[in-house]
């Protein structure tokens, strides 16, 4: 199950009218760091399904490495089946931007974790 696909599922944040105001406020605010573990959170939900319709019934176990902003470099979501582990390392602009790029970028990496943990 890729981003695009999750996207359409359960609707992201991004795309309600207030996507825009929160993306552009001040970085202070509750509200971003509340987007970008929404959009978090839907990775973790899109890998968990896309597992286990490959056939791993194991309940995905996650850790991070965040940190606020682009200027911290790679945000990093480590994933775990019984058995196997990804490294899911996305910039924080490709989490939080919902251009075509960004979101192929995001297609991508749930796609690379889905691969690693079957």
């Not at 929160?22 to 929404?38: A, N």
């Not at 399904?49 to 606020?68: K, P, R, S």
């Not at 019984?82 to 297609?107: C, F, G, I, P, Q």
Request: charged residues 25%.
């Amino acid at each position: 199950m890729g981003h695009n696909m999750l996207r359409s599922r359960h609707g992201r944040a991004a795309d309600s009218p207030n996507a825009a105001a929160v993306m552009d406020s001040d970085p202070l605010t509750v509200e971003v760091p509340r987007e970008f573990h929404r959009r978090m959170a839907a990775i973790i939900d899109a890998v968990q399904t896309g597992i286990w319709q490959e056939g791993v019934h194991d309940l995905l176990g996650y850790a991070t490495d965040y940190a606020f902003g682009q200027q911290r470099g790679l945000q990093t979501l480590v994933l775990k089946s019984k058995h196997r582990s990804a490294y899911v390392r996305l910039h924080w602009d490709t989490v939080m931007k919902d251009t075509v790029a960004e979101r192929k970028l995001v297609d991508d990496a749930i796609r690379n974790a889905i691969g690693e943990l079957r």
